[in-house]
């Protein structure tokens, strides 16, 4: 049995400077929560996002525990913020990626400026050592946020037609970061995705339905749900599956936003996995706090305002 997860553990900084809580009483009670979290649901792999500074998430490592293993995207975003693993398993980096999958063409970020050919944070890929000759590929990513920012810090649109090309620019670049995702899923799975145990853990910023989504999960059809789910096909050797349809229908939400649920973190898996998957939950019963387009104020916050999802696969 092997237990993974994925959490966006909301602005992982030291006390003080621009994101980080203004102290350290602050910061140690965050420490504290998330940890508290972690240790409630026992995984042996666990994806992280929003990790601002390597030495915020030694400090959660520490506060856990027994033996852990890191590794960090070494390609963070332009708020400082990457995605990491850590693991009671032994681990070694596949793959650090930015470069948007080739021929996709640079998109626009903003009314003026250039446009972008690279993810927003670097994805990572890890292999992580279960047994002697049993290996799990595990991939991270976090998609470009649907929360919009507007130029000069603003999250608030000066009027309508800049929220909605702001709107456009995010998405541009969300489905262009799915697609790179999507080639790095292609790389790990080979083609060989009925024998090969693959998951794509991270933070998609929407939905299992949307079409950024959508995007990751390679060849359609065969859904888990439908009466195709389990009926073997070509398709199999690439596609992954959303594990979402398995949470629990009262859990399925992984953030709220403004008043309501949404599930924008994700468990995605080969064919090899499907069969295993033991159980999946949304940790919310600690509760979560509604969010809204402004996150500043939750700098003092403590825990995440996203929910972690985890899977117990059995291998």
């Not at 965050?30 to 649901?41: E, V």
């Not at 400082?80 to 948007?100: D, H, M, Q």
């Not at 809204?292 to 696969?313: C, F, N, Y």
Request: charged share 25%; glycine share 10%; hydrophobic share 40%.
């Amino acid at each position: 049995m092997v237990v993974v997860g994925t959490w966006n553990v909301e602005n992982l900084y030291r006390p003080g400077g621009e994101y980080g809580p203004h102290d350290a009483v602050a910061y140690q009670k965050k420490i504290a929560a998330l940890a508290g979290t972690i240790t409630a649901m026992g995984p042996d792999v666990l994806g992280v996002q929003e990790v601002g500074q390597p030495e915020a998430l030694a400090d959660l490592v520490a506060a856990l525990d027994g033996e852990w293993h890191t590794e960090l995207s070494p390609h963070p975003d332009a708020r400082g913020i990457r995605v990491g693993v850590i693991s009671r398993l032994p681990v070694t980096v596949l793959e650090n990626v930015t470069a948007f999958a080739a021929p996709l063409a640079a998109v626009q970020n903003a009314d003026t400026g250039p446009a972008s050919a690279q993810t927003s944070r670097g994805m990572l890929a890890v292999r992580v050592e279960l047994a002697e000759g049993v290996t799990l590929d595990v991939a991270v990513c976090h998609l470009k946020s649907k929360l919009l920012s507007f130029p000069g810090g603003r999250f608030q649109a000066r009027d309508e037609g800049e929220r909605a090309r702001y709107g456009a620019y995010a998405l541009y670049r969300r489905a262009a970061e799915a697609t790179t995702l999507r080639g790095l899923a292609d790389r790990l799975v080979g083609g060989h995705g009925q024998d090969r145990p693959v998951v794509v853990l991270g933070d998609f910023n929407d939905e299992p339905q949307a079409a950024t989504t959508q995007i990751v999960l390679g060849p359609p059809g065969s859904e888990l749900g439908t009466a195709g789910a389990l009926r073997p096909d070509r398709g199999d050797a690439w596609r992954l599956w959303n594990l979402a349809t398995l949470i629990p229908e009262a859990e399925r939400y992984s953030r709220i936003h403004n008043g309501r649920g949404e599930l924008i973190d994700h468990i995605l898996a080969s064919r090899a996995l499907i069969e295993r998957v033991e159980e999946i939950r949304s940790v919310v019963g600690h509760g979560l706090p509604s969010v809204t387009e402004d996150p500043v104020g939750r700098r003092d916050a403590a825990d995440s305002d996203h929910a972690p999802i985890v899977a117990r696969l059995r291998l």
